[in-house]
């Protein structure tokens, strides 16, 4: 009996990882590689990453790099970026970015996002840029192809 207890135990617990949702990647500055364009990661700040489901995370030095390429998947991703306030990650879903050609990104693509859409409207207005309210309209812009 004690031995089916620690069994289902341990598959509940191996379960409940599974089912957990996965966070973002690990990024080594200046030894994480873009997936994208090759260059080392080193500025946080810029740094983005997406998963799709069955696949490892793909990691990028530029938001318009991760742009770029999600426009070519056919799968829903899972997307995460560095706020332009705490620098912390954030997940995708509800994130606000603002596009300027006064952002001196790694690839130019000129982006940055937040969480808060009070900072992005702020951010905006300092760096005479523009706001875009979702990652659904920052894939279907433009800016920073």
Not at 24 to 49: F, H, K, N, W
Not at 68 to 82: C, D, M, S, V
Not at 119 to 143: D, N, T, Y
Request: aromatic share 8%; charged share 20%; net charge neutral.
């Amino acid at each position: 009996m004690v031995r089916f207890t620690i069994f289902l135990a341990a598959m509940t617990a191996v379960s409940a990882c599974h089912r957990a949702s996965p966070g973002p990647p690990e990024i080594v500055v200046d030894q994480t590689v873009c997936s994208r364009c090759g260059m080392l990661i080193s500025e946080p700040l810029y740094a983005a990453a997406y998963k799709t489901e069955g696949q490892a995370p793909r990691v990028f030095d530029d938001i318009g790099c991760l742009r770029a390429a999600a426009r070519g998947e056919n799968a829903p991703i899972l997307t995460w970026f560095h706020d332009g306030e705490d620098r912390a990650w954030i997940p995708g879903a509800g994130t606000v970015f603002v596009t300027s050609t006064g952002f001196h990104t790694p690839m130019g693509g000129g982006i940055i996002a937040f969480r808060d859409a009070a900072a992005a409207q702020r951010s905006a207005l300092e760096h005479q840029g523009q706001v875009i309210p979702s990652l659904v309209e920052l894939l279907k812009s433009e800016r920073g192809k």
